[in-house]
């Protein structure tokens, strides 16, 4: 990310962005624009954001805003700056609140006393997760109109008791009968993993049709649901995260050398890279540049585009860690125990802003906290379906007031692109953020 130029910079700036001057599209070029705020540093652009009040004029155009504020990804140039610097509720109702829609199924699974469980957004499509009285998985397209209709799956038990992960394509439960411990997944057909009793609460998640689980004695088993057959057992610890891109992989922590092993899909006989590390880890991420993993001694960032060996983040404090994100060059912490976030950049090791959330009046109505994270946005919801979006580069809220913006309460919520998709007590709705 390029520095502030300093003085001189902020007095050009001060100079040709004057809040009480209304533009015209024709004022200056795109060129002069971009050459006015590609030497900016993050401070001056917010300073910039905070005092123009034609700022959206100045984003309407396509430039290339990623050379100099890489925060998210985006489809086009337009886009991305209009999503950092615009992506703000402006047109309000008179109660204050968001528009919204519900959307309106047509499913022959869906009754008037179907309940909401869960939801996913993956592939530009939606999985649904019923409960009441059985559990069901739906799937359809929210991006060409219609929903249409993928397949039901088995009235089954009440998953909503039971261990589960799920994703476009499958749902698996870890289930027991007569004490013994296996998987069923739920697809485009139907089988049943058979799993020791020991393992039953190991970590076990779905990317695809791999099912991924750990086993007690540090080994990692990857099981190809389509195929009904196993892929492979890796030597590995219970701490994984599985990329999905182009060229997706498992990256996780040998178990005996305490190295990062990044395993290719196609060739899991050995690993396709591997990263010095001395530590054990207890969180892992990975983002096509970067690979984090969190100790009790503190972060171990890895730059896939420069070297194998770790670079160990004393500098980046510490405390008690519930979550954490990459997202572009950025790293997101999140606390529990004082409920702060604070935003770190991965290159320069540099906190760019820190902020305590706002929190429901009651101790118990903020409970288990779901964290949601999209470009320059983090949504964060409460035990007590209180919802409150938080700018990460001002370390503000975005809303004056979220109960208005929100009046109903959600049980789960996900940002995708500018929209916010939530399920409410009489089902599920979509927000429009921009």
């Known amino acids: 990310m390029h520095q502030s130029v300093g003085s001189a910079t902020s007095t050009a700036t001060s100079t040709l962005i004057d809040p009480t001057h209304t533009f015209e599209k024709e004022d200056f070029s795109n060129e002069l624009f971009y050459e006015i705020f590609r030497f900016l540093g993050v401070q001056d652009l917010l300073k910039a954001r905070q005092v123009c009040k034609n700022w959206k004029v100045l984003v309407e155009e396509p430039f290339s805003w990623k050379l100099f504020l890489p925060f998210g990804q ?139 689980y750990a086993q007690s004695d540090m080994q990692v088993v990857l099981h190809d649901l389509a195929k009904q057959a196993p892929l492979a057992t890796l030597p590995l610890s219970p701490v994984w995260f599985f990329r999905q891109d182009s060229t997706p992989c498992l990256i996780a922590q040998d178990a005996a050398k305490k190295n990062i092993c990044i395993y290719d899909l196609d060739k899991l006989d050995a690993p396709q890279r591997i990263l010095a590390a001395s530590t054990n880890l207890y969180q892992l991420k990975a983002s096509s540049q970067f690979i984090v993993g ?59 802003s820190h902020f305590t959330l706002a929190l429901p009046s009651s101790p118990q109505a903020i409970g288990s906290v779901q964290r949601e994270v999209y470009q320059n946005l983090l949504a964060v919801k409460f035990a007590d379906g209180s919802l409150h979006i938080y700018d990460l580069l001002l370390g503000k809220p975005v809303l004056k007031d979220p109960k208005a913006a929100f009046p109903k309460a959600f049980s789960k919520i996900q940002l995708f692109e500018d929209r916010l998709y939530g399920i409410h007590q009489d089902g599920l709705y979509r927000y429009q953020l921009s």
């Open 74 to 212: 985006a489809k086009t140039s337009s886009q991305f700056p209009r999503s950092v610097f615009g992506l703000t509720p402006t047109l309000l109702d008179q109660k204050g609140a968001i528009p919204s829609e519900k959307l309106h199924l047509e499913l022959d699974c869906l009754t008037e006393t179907s309940v909401f469980k869960d939801f996913s957004i993956q592939n530009g499509s939606i999985t649904l997760l019923l409960a009441t009285p059985n559990a069901f998985v739906t799937q359809f397209m929210i991006l060409k109109g219609e929903p249409n209709k993928r397949h039901k799956a088995r009235e089954a038990n009440d998953f909503t008791k039971l261990r589960y992960a799920f994703n476009d394509v499958w749902m698996v439960t870890q289930e027991e009968h007569h004490q013994e411990n296996y998987f069923m997944a739920i697809g485009p057909h139907y089988q049943v993993i058979e799993i020791e009793e020991q393992e039953s609460l190991l970590p076990f998640e779905v990317y695809g049709d791999i099912l991924i």
């Open 294 to 352: 969190c100790s009790l001694e503190g972060f171990l960032i890895w730059n896939l585009e420069t070297k194998d060996v770790a670079d160990f983040c004393f500098e980046i404090e510490h405390p008690p860690l519930n979550e954490f994100f990459i997202n572009g060059v950025h790293l997101i912490l999140c606390n529990d125990e004082n409920h702060t976030v604070k935003v770190y950049h991965l290159e320069t090791r540099k906190m760019l």
